[in-house]
C-alpha cells in the first residue's frame, strides 16, 4: 500500500469513521435512556394512580385529594407517553443503531485486512466511497421520519 494511503485511510478512520461512530453510539444511547426513563416515570405515575383511587375508595379521610389525584396522575402518564411518541425516541434510537451498522460494515473489511486486492490508491478511494455512501442512507432516513410527522394545516378555515 502507497504512504498516501495508508495515511488517508488512518486519518479517515480515526478522524472520519471512528468520530461519526461515537456520535452516533453516543446518540443512539440517549434515546435509549429517554424510552427507559419516560416509560419509568409513566409506571411510577400510573402505581401511584393506582393507589390514590384505592385510598379515595377508603374512608381514611382527604377522599377529594385522593380522587383528584386518581384522575389526574393517569392523565400525566398518558401525557408523557404521547410526548415520548411525538419525539420518536425510539425511531432515532433506530435510525442512529441502523447507522452505526451500516458505517461500521462499510468500513470494516477494508480496515481490517488493510488493503483487499488490487491498487492501493483505488482501494482507499472505494473506502471512502462505501462509507460516505452509508451516511448519505444514514441522512435519507431522516427525511423518512420527518415525513411520517403528520403536521396541521393552519392555512384550512377552522383549523387551529
Known amino acids: 500500500m502507497s504512504e498516501w494511503s495508508s495515511e488517508l485511510q488512518q486519518f479517515y478512520g480515526e ?86 451498522r451500516a458505517v461500521q460494515a462499510a468500513s470494516h473489511p477494508v480496515l481490517d485486512s488493510g488493503a483487499p486486492d488490487g491498487d492501493p490508491d483505488k482501494n482507499a478511494t472505494e473506502l471512502v466511497r462505501r462509507v460516505e455512501g452509508a451516511l448519505l442512507q444514514e441522512q435519507g432516513q431522516w427525511g423518512q421520519l420527518t415525513a411520517q410527522i403528520q403536521i396541521p394545516d393552519q392555512t384550512k378555515p377552522g383549523a387551529g
Open 15 to 100: 478522524y472520519r469513521i471512528d468520530d461519526q461512530l461515537r456520535f452516533y453510539a453516543e446518540r443512539r444511547d440517549l434515546f435509549d435512556r429517554a424510552i427507559g426513563q419516560g416509560l419509568a416515570v409513566s409506571a411510577v405515575l400510573l402505581g401511584f394512580a393506582s393507589a390514590a383511587g384505592a385510598l379515595a375508595g377508603a374512608a381514611l379521610g382527604w377522599g377529594e385529594v385522593w380522587s383528584a389525584l386518581a384522575a389526574i396522575l393517569p392523565a400525566m402518564s398518558t401525557a408523557l407517553a404521547a410526548f415520548i411518541a411525538l419525539y420518536a425516541f425510539e425511531q432515532q434510537a433506530k435510525i442512529y443503531g441502523d447507522a452505526v
